[in-house]
T-cell receptor, first 111, second 110 residues
Framework: GEDVEQSLFLSVREGDSSVINCTYT??????LYWYKQEPGAGLQLLTY?????DMKQDQRLTVLLNKKDKHLSLRIADTQTGDSAIYFC???????????FGTGTLLAVQP | NAGVTQTPKFQVLKTGQSMTLQCAQD?????MSWYRQDPGMGLRLIHY???????DQGEVPNGYNVSRSTTEDFPLRLLSAAPSQTSVYFC?????????FGSGTRLTVV
């Protein structure tokens, strides 16, 4: 079945780069996503990458996909205190388009 | 454009009570899903639908029912609430990629 794994916690200093990693098992994944959740809030779609792409850049965000190793990463350049949140990796694909989430990585940005 | 609307935002139930969590979207999305979020466990898929009249079970369906009589609405029914169903529930919809989420319902079962 589908499984998505993430490390639970990452701490960085303001201004540094953050790299959040994710691995998944479903080889039929079509889209891979990064969602952000601030405390007490819903989920905000940050970015996504189609499975036939290796990289996608969107302002401070860079997504890297290694399809052979089923590894996805999110790099946040010049991390700010406002980036402190839980970041979820998720994948979808196939006829059902089910969206399956990882457990989330809590990013703490120290001033 | 309201997006995905969930009601209520907060609810307290007694063990054994039943209730329905409402979800409506105005984007004509075919795909809709219900998730529960518990600390340290991410979001787990309860039920999902690929279109009106079609529903299927996700990872944790026990104790929940759904129906999809229209494209817009996807209600989640708790048949007999248990303390283990205390959680935050999110509804989401998609046209094929990039799910949009509602703001969530915080449910406490005492």
């Amino acid at each position: 079945g589908e499984d998505v794994e993430q490390s639970l916690f990452l701490s960085v200093r303001e201004g540094d780069s953050s790299v959040i990693n994710c691995t998944y098992t479903d080889s039929s994944s079509t889209y891979l996503y990064w969602y952000k959740q601030e405390p007490g809030a819903g989920l905000q779609l940050l970015t996504y990458i189609f499975s036939n792409m290796d990289m996608k850049q969107d302002q401070r965000l860079t997504v890297l996909l290694n399809k052979k190793d089923k590894h996805l990463s999110l790099r946040i350049a010049d991390t700010q205190t406002g980036d402190s949140a839980i970041y979820f990796c998720a994948e979808s694909g196939g006829a059902t388009n089910k969206l399956i989430f990882g457990t989330g990585t809590l990013l703490a940005v120290q001033p | 454009n309201a997006g995905v609307t969930q009601t209520p935002k907060f609810q307290v139930l007694k063990t054994g009570q039943s209730m329905t969590l409402q979800c409506a979207q105005d984007m004509n999305h075919e795909y809709m899903s219900w998730y529960r979020q518990d600390p340290g466990m991410g979001l787990r898929l309860i039920h999902y639908s690929v279109g009106a009249g079609i529903t299927d079970q996700g990872e944790v369906p026990n104790g929940y029912n759904v129906s999809r009589s229209t494209t817009e609405d996807f209600p989640l029914r708790l048949l007999s609430a248990a303390p283990s169903q205390t959680s935050v529930y999110f509804c989401a919809s998609s046209e094929g990629y990039g799910y949009t989420f509602g703001s969530g319902t915080r449910l406490t079962v005492v």
